[in-house]
């Protein structure tokens, strides 16, 4: 069960450092709600809106303290002025704000249903005509190793370009101010809201960051297959593997883990064909039953 009096104080003192902190007021009212503090929470959510008027979630939260208040003509009147904060932003405002709190495997799989619904609605304003772009693999040529041919964009392109994206990340979030502040709201969001970072334009800034690098890698693999709805679904459940299998958080593991796993595949097409599609799995449930935290995870203890 959540500490909501302890989350009242960590929301205290955010406030006091910084009255303008969003976050804080959303933080104080969330749990004044669950306490029962109807009166409480709606003026916090109150100082919000005059913060941020377009904020979806203040508009949301004040509308369930009004409904818990018995206040109902309040409750529609704020319900209605939520919906119109920012319609078109259903998804942030309505969706990932609400999960960015919970488990990271309720996040998981909760994104993943919305890419499945959002993949088949792009099938039906699109259709399933596959498309062949492979103008970059042919203008780069080939190359020669040993007696064996390879394709200069797979054995050079590709690979300095994962290097590159793996170091800048990494420097990204170990020497950047920006870096550090998603690294510490990742590992506790209250400590990091009471000394006044705003958490939720930080998941905001990552989620896009995230979807930046999807889209990166997905234009980078589009020339070497063909493109048609549908590969995106073997894209992220291989990459739910190589995450899982080296653990939440460790990039430079992922990276390790990938080549691992990749080298699995090419062996086993090799010497047996049938379970090449099954060994990125089969490796991930050996690694799991050994150690739960993954390869290059550690087991941490969390406050709740």
Request: negative net charge; without cysteine.
């Given at each position: 069960m959540q500490d909501y009096e302890g989350a009242l104080k960590?929301?205290?003192?955010?406030?006091?450092?910084?009255p303008d902190n969003i976050e804080a007021y959303i933080e104080r009212a969330n749990s004044n709600n669950f306490l029962g503090n109807y009166d409480e929470a709606i003026k916090d959510l109150s100082n919000v809106i005059q913060i941020q008027p377009a904020n979806a979630i203040a508009f949301?939260?004040?509308a369930w303290a009004l409904y818990k208040k018995k206040d109902y003509p309040g409750a529609e009147a704020a319900i209605k002025d939520y919906l119109a904060t920012d319609?078109?932003?259903?998804i942030g405002n309505h969706l990932l704000a609400r999960i960015?709190?919970?488990?990271?495997?309720l996040q998981l799989l909760v994104t993943f249903a919305l890419f499945m619904i959002l993949e088949d609605l792009q099938k039906l304003v699109w259709g399933v005509q596959p498309l062949f772009e492979d103008a970059p693999v042919r203008l780069l040529g080939q190359v020669q190793v040993g007696e064996i041919y390879y394709t200069a964009y797979q054995l050079l392109l590709l690979p300095g370009v994962a290097l590159l994206v793996l170091l800048s990340l990494s420097y990204f979030l170990r020497r950047t101010l920006l870096g550090r502040t998603i690294v510490a709201v990742t590992h506790d969001r209250e400590a990091a809201a009471a000394i006044g970072i705003d958490a939720r334009r930080v998941y905001l800034l990552t989620f896009t960051l995230g979807a930046a690098l999807a889209a990166l890698g997905g234009a980078l693999a589009a020339p070497t297959t063909s493109?048609?709805?549908?590969?995106?679904?073997q894209m992220i459940v291989l990459s739910f593997a190589v995450v899982a299998t080296a653990g939440l958080g460790q990039i430079e593991g992922a990276a390790v883990t990938a080549l691992l796993i990749g080298l699995g595949r090419s062996l086993a097409v090799y010497f047996a064909p049938e379970l090449?599609?099954?060994?990125p799995y089969l490796l991930m449930v050996a690694v799991l039953l050994l150690r739960p935290a993954g390869l290059f995870g550690r087991t941490e203890l969390r406050r709740v």
């Open positions: 960590y929301a205290n003192l955010a406030i006091e450092k910084n949301n939260m004040r319609p078109k932003d259903v960015y709190e919970k488990e990271h495997v493109l048609v709805p549908g590969i995106g679904v090449e599609v099954v060994v």
